[in-house]
């Protein structure tokens, strides 16, 4: 089975809508918005970890893998919302994060009360409070180990303290691991995102790394793809939705993860065109976007998953990233036009595009003025670092202004009434004022707005193979304004032209073509020679 006319929208529950009052969003919150998503044209929805947590790091720190945290709602709630999206021809992809558990997972605190058999569930290793078994960095800012006084050892978290590394060694995880995706495929869920899942195999020696934070000795480790290829047979989950998250990785990995032959995942996310932005590789530096990287980068991932029958989940935005529109794109002088170009620019990519709830109506950054307004673990963390760093507040929260996660955390904005209609009581994060302008009702009474460009792009996947299925090949490579490609099917052609920039430029044509999208030209208009461009514009066309 494949995946390639499809459309997943991403939600993060606990900002998607409130139904209770309570200001944090909720399963029954997303159970109403069904026809909206419906409407729009999705086929799937991955929502993040609604899972018994104690929220650490919103959900992904998982306490109980096989019941709903009751701030989200009930196990009936659930059923209701995995039914009621059925009807709609909507199914549901649940997160599950299998690289680490909450320490307040039953296994962890058994582990810490000293019982052998589940301390072998994690990596602990034996030594003593001033020797780190390593000198890894922890993603999150900090040694990525932790001491346990009563037990003497240690143990690996890659992330927050709270979240310690599971040891995928040991079989007897592996099993407990598939039991959870049974349970939850009998419910009817209908896939599956597995985070940061090319981080689950470790290396059999611990070792310094004196060249990096560590994670060459356990990112793509040494039995990921034996581990999931035996996840996905065992748990009887080959047939469904599947998708990792992927940290650093290479376009050879990712070839094996999403080979149908391989039979481990059906597509992988990778980060690395978002980091064209980051000084010398550093989320936390700023820097203006590399154009020419990222065109090369489109170009190196997506013929090299396609050379080898890989396939690509493409995406701008999810609940770690800032808004593209207010990152690639200009939120101020071309807010519509860039929100368009940017969607164009990867939904006609080879591969399944993503939708990160808000992304539709051109939702921005957070634009917060102060350190009180964050929630993240990670920017929290990151702002005492900056600080220690040498960095005034005025520094350090431009950095977060830019970089924080919480800048696609804020409430979906359904309209301009208090709280953007996300809730009646009051919202665990706040909205960026712009909710006023930039909500979903407005959109619905305007034929030219980005939600229905976003319906427009989706509708033309499902029509048209060439977006689905075509073969991929690049035009222009060595251009840093023009992002430009064509997909052939079957003989029949289409191309798309984006221009990155708020400057004017112009692409040659090889022929005559007819609009089939964009973003200020009429569908249907003729084109032949070359194309001028003006700010942020771009053009998906037919010969
Ligand atoms: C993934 C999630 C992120 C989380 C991290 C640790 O990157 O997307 O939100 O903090 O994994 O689970």
Not at 15 to 34: P, T, V, Y
Request: proline share 3%; aromatic share 14%.
């Amino acid at each position: 089975m494949n995946f390639k006319d499809k459309v997943v929208y991403q939600i993060y529950p606990k900002s998607f809508q409130d139904s209770n009052g309570d200001g944090l969003g909720d399963i029954r919150g997303i159970i109403e918005k069904l026809d909206y998503l419906q409407d729009l044209g999705v086929d799937y929805i991955w929502s993040t970890p609604f899972f018994i947590s104690p929220q650490k790091d919103n959900g992904y720190d998982v306490a109980d893998y096989y019941n709903i945290d009751l701030r989200f709602g009930t196990m009936k709630d659930l059923e209701e919302l995995i039914a009621e999206a059925e009807k709609r021809g909507i199914g549901l992809m649940f997160d599950m994060v299998f690289n680490h558990t909450s320490t307040e997972h039953e296994w962890f605190q058994k582990a810490l009360a000293g019982d052998k058999a589940y301390q072998d569930y994690y990596i602990f290793k034996e030594g003593t409070p001033d020797k780190l078994p390593t000198n890894w960095i922890s993603k999150f800012g900090g040694p990525a180990w932790q001491y346990v006084e009563n037990l003497g050892k240690w143990y690996l978290h890659l992330f927050d303290v709270t979240q310690a590394d599971l040891n995928w060694e040991n079989p007897k995880v592996r099993e407990e691991l598939k039991e959870i995706l049974r349970f939850w495929k009998k419910k009817g869920v209908k896939g599956f995102r597995f985070d940061v899942v090319n981080l689950i195999s470790k290396p059999e020696v611990f070792e310094d790394d004196f060249e990096g934070d560590g994670r060459r000795f356990y990112t793509d480790g040494r039995h990921v793809h034996e581990f999931l290829q035996e996840l996905a047979e065992d748990a009887g989950i080959t047939d469904m939705i599947t998708v990792g998250e992927m940290s650093s990785t290479s376009i050879e990995n990712c070839v094996r993860y999403s080979n149908p032959a391989a039979g481990e995942l059906s597509m992988c996310f990778n980060f690395h065109h978002l980091k064209v932005d980051y000084k010398d590789g550093q989320k936390w530096e700023l820097m203006n976007p590399d154009y020419k990287a990222l065109n090369q980068l489109y170009q190196e991932w997506q013929l090299g998953m396609q050379k080898n029958d890989g396939w690509n989940a493409v995406f701008w935005c999810n609940h770690d990233q800032p808004r593209i529109v207010s990152r690639l794109g200009d939120d101020q002088n071309y807010w519509k036009e860039s929100a368009k170009m940017l969607a164009t620019s990867i939904h006609m990519l080879r591969g399944t595009p993503y939708i990160y709830q808000g992304e539709e109506i051109g939702m921005t950054n957070a634009s917060y003025t102060d350190i009180s307004q964050y929630r993240d673990i990670e920017s929290l963390n990151y702002y005492q670092i900056l600080l220690e760093e040498g960095k005034t507040k005025e520094e350090a929260l431009k950095i977060l202004g830019a970089r924080s996660r919480d800048n696609s955390r804020t409430p979906m904005q359904w309209d301009d009434s208090e709280y953007a209609g996300f809730t009646t009581g009051t919202p665990w994060i706040h909205s960026p004022e712009n909710y006023k302008v930039i909500n979903v009702k407005n959109q619905m009474e305007d034929e030219n707005s980005i939600h229905q460009y976003y319906k427009e792009l989706i509708a033309l996947r499902k029509k048209n193979k060439a977006v689905s299925e075509g073969e991929i090949a690049f035009i222009d490579t060595e251009n840093d304004q023009i992002f430009a490609y064509k997909r052939v099917c079957e003989g029949h052609e289409i191309a798309v032209v984006c221009n990155w920039k708020n400057t004017a430029c112009e692409q040659k044509l090889d022929g005559t073509y007819h609009v089939l999208l964009g973003n200020y030209a009429k569908t249907g208009q003729e084109i032949c020679g070359s194309i001028r461009l003006r700010p942020y514009e771009c053009y998906v066309i037919e010969r």
